[in-house]
């Protein structure tokens, strides 16, 4: 079918994500139905602009909801008779998870299951979920497969995303619904999260606030540009999971439904000091750095395994970080008019 006609319905479009992937997909001819709950966990002003940038297009349609309001979520589905979903929205932070964990309950265990309950009663061509690299928790055997275990999550958020999984296996099997889970590698670019590193590091230095370094420095990140991953995702939309069909060994593909997880990540991880040596060259200012230890939940390093999302798509995240700070400082100084 032609992309010209074919219906999204994609969760979190007032998101740093959902925003970026809700413009692919109206750029490429998508019509888009998008669900935002604009919850205060950081400024509603940047989610409000978010959406205002989307509400340009004729081919995008808002519902600011909560998914855990059932009724109202149905009424979207309904509306928007999705050839695909794409749920993005989510409690996100690993920190804040310590501070609110039934925040993360709340959206992403019952939001979820109330997606999922959509899901089934329109059978979209596909199912595709954000998950994070975090389900790899304790994990160390490095870099992360989709075929390793994944059984020991370090902090709620993280238990919950893994839950989302195998909730969508359990629904993926009953109802034979196509469903992809995309584990994300820290994602980052313009229009970024407040209370991402990346985005309080370039505040606080052009504020002349000291910035707090973690782990003393030695974290290592996948780092992802946010037009890699959104590569990665509109790619997969067309890779919907055929269950007895694996494409190799390292396929995640389930034995008993169509349903499969795949990493965005470029397998090219970046050093937290290195990473802040890259800001200050694009701020052309030097931050002052206070090293504290690792916090409680965090991970020293997250590196990917990418051979599933190139066999799958032909593609593998690969901007250089050099260049996606840079984009971002851009954006942040023109935003913020500094």
């Known amino acids: 079918m032609p992309a010209s006609h074919r219906k999204a319905l994609v969760t979190g479009t007032a998101g740093f994500i959902g925003l970026h992937v809700a413009q692919r997909l109206i750029a490429d001819g998508w019509l888009v139905t998008g669900v935002d709950g604009m919850t205060p966990y950081y400024d509603v002003a940047l989610k409000e602009a978010r959406h205002a940038i989307l509400r340009r297009s004729n081919a995008f349609v808002a519902h600011e909801i909560m998914l855990e309001d059932d009724a109202a979520l149905s009424r979207a589905f309904d509306e928007a008779a999705p050839d695909v979903v794409i749920h993005l929205a989510a409690q996100a932070g690993v920190r804040y998870s310590l501070e609110n964990p039934r925040a993360y309950v709340d959206a992403n265990l019952v939001g979820t299951f109330n997606v999922m309950e959509g899901v089934r009663r329109h059978a979209p061509e596909h199912f595709l979920l954000a998950s994070t690299s975090s389900v790899y928790g304790a994990n160390t055997d490095m870099p992360f497969g989709e075929t390793d275990r994944a059984d020991h999550p370090l902090t709620l958020y993280a238990a919950t995303k893994k839950a989302t999984e195998t909730m969508a296996h359990s629904y993926a099997h009953l109802w034979k619904l196509p469903t992809t889970a995309f584990r994300f590698f820290t994602v980052y670019g313009p229009w970024g999260r407040p209370d991402m590193a990346l985005f309080k590091f370039v505040r606080a230095t052009l504020a002349g606030e000291p910035i707090e370094v973690y782990g003393e420095g030695a ?27 694996p494409v190799g060994p ?31 060259r694009a701020l052309g200012v030097a931050a002052n750095k206070v090293m504290l230890p690792m916090q409680k939940g965090d991970v020293v390093a997250t590196f990917a395994k990418a051979e599933l999302l190139e066999a799958l798509t032909g593609y593998r995240p690969s901007t250089p970080v050099e260049e996606g700070v840079r984009r971002f400082v851009e954006w942040y100084r023109g935003y913020h008019g500094q």
């Open 219 to 245: 974290m290592q990140r996948d780092f992802t540009y946010i037009d890699d991953l959104v590569e990665g995702i509109v790619r997969l939309v067309d890779a919907a999971p055929v269950e007895g069909a």
């Open 250 to 280: 390292m396929d995640s593909l389930s034995p008993a439904a169509p349903w499969r997880v795949v990493n965005i990540g470029g397998g090219q991880p970046v050093g937290l000091m290195p990473f802040i040596e890259t800001i200050e």
